[in-house]
């Protein structure tokens, strides 16, 4: 049975439990890990929930100041089976590109949830989530592959902003493995793969009134 997402499995890996524990740390499962009826997240939330896949995922950030609307970098946890692996014990370089991309992804959600929810505070919106149409899409991504990822084991993907500028976004990600096979080996960090993409969100929709 796959552990679950939760702050608790991380705090067991000494490396991930000393940077949860840093003072002002925001942890969260990421949506996208919840099953929904309309199939979106299917690949995360189900596909790739399990034992021998992504066994668990959690997202963490600095809590920003109170005048500042938006966290500039997140990192996001997970735990890796065996069941993705392109050669023995190295994850394949799909899935590599895969978390890269959804990690992205999550800093843009942890923003929009932020900046709907300050939205709600001041009486301009309603729900505990933003609406579907403030996603954001990849419009580009370029991937470096510098060393295997191993499996079994856990990892560490740290994103950023590198620039803004209306509905577009540019951000970078580096995945980072202890070397060595396994959870809960303390060793030298590495950076496996990086990454940069260009995010897009919709244009509003018009008002039909």
Same mark, same amino acid.
């Given at each position: 049975?796959?552990?679950? &997402?939760?702050r608790?499995t991380?705090?067991?890996?000494?490396?991930? !439990?000393?940077?949860?524990?840093?003072?002002?740390?925001?942890?969260?499962?990421?949506?996208?890990?919840?099953?929904k009826?309309?199939?979106?997240?299917?690949?995360?939330? *189900?596909?790739? @929930?399990?034992?021998?896949?992504?066994?668990?995922?959690?997202?963490?950030?600095?809590?920003?100041?109170?005048?500042?609307?938006?966290?500039? &970098?997140?990192?996001?946890?997970?735990?890796?089976?065996?069941?993705?692996?392109?050669?023995?014990?190295?994850?394949?370089?799909?899935?590599?590109?895969?978390?890269?991309?959804?990690?992205?992804?999550?800093?843009?959600?942890?923003?929009? *949830?932020?900046?709907?929810?300050?939205?709600? !505070?001041?009486? @301009? !919106? &309603?729900?505990?989530?933003?609406?579907?149409p403030n996603a954001?899409?990849? !419009?580009?991504?370029?991937?470096?592959y510098?060393?295997?990822?191993?499996?079994?084991?856990?990892?560490?993907?740290?994103?950023? +902003?590198?620039?803004r500028?209306?509905?577009?976004?540019?951000? +970078?990600?580096?995945?980072?493995?202890?070397?060595?096979?396994?959870? &809960? +080996?303390?060793?030298?960090?590495?950076?496996?793969?990086?990454? *940069?993409?260009?995010?897009? *969100?919709?244009?509003p929709?018009?008002?039909?009134?």
């Amino acid at each position: 049975m796959a552990p679950q &997402d939760s702050r608790a499995t991380f705090l067991r890996i000494p490396w991930a !439990a000393t940077l949860l524990k840093q003072p002002n740390t925001i942890c969260r499962v990421p949506n996208s890990r919840e099953s929904k009826s309309s199939t979106e997240d299917s690949l995360f939330a *189900e596909i790739l @929930k399990g034992p021998r896949t992504l066994r668990s995922c959690l997202v963490f950030y600095q809590k920003p100041p109170a005048d500042k609307e938006w966290v500039e &970098d997140v990192s996001v946890l997970f735990t890796l089976g065996n069941g993705m692996n392109g050669h023995p014990n190295v994850l394949h370089g799909g899935i590599v590109a895969a978390l890269l991309d959804e990690a992205m992804g999550m800093l843009q959600g942890c923003n929009h *949830e932020r900046r709907h929810m300050s939205a709600v !505070a001041k009486g @301009k !919106a &309603d729900g505990e989530l933003p609406p579907q149409p403030n996603a954001s899409y990849t !419009a580009t991504f370029q991937i470096n592959y510098l060393k295997p990822v191993q499996t079994p084991g856990a990892l560490i993907v740290s994103t950023r +902003y590198l620039k803004r500028d209306g509905r577009k976004t540019w951000v +970078y990600a580096e995945i980072k493995q202890r070397e060595n096979i396994g959870e &809960d +080996y303390d060793g030298d960090e590495v950076v496996c793969a990086t990454g *940069e993409a260009l995010f897009i *969100e919709p244009k509003p929709k018009k008002s039909k009134l």
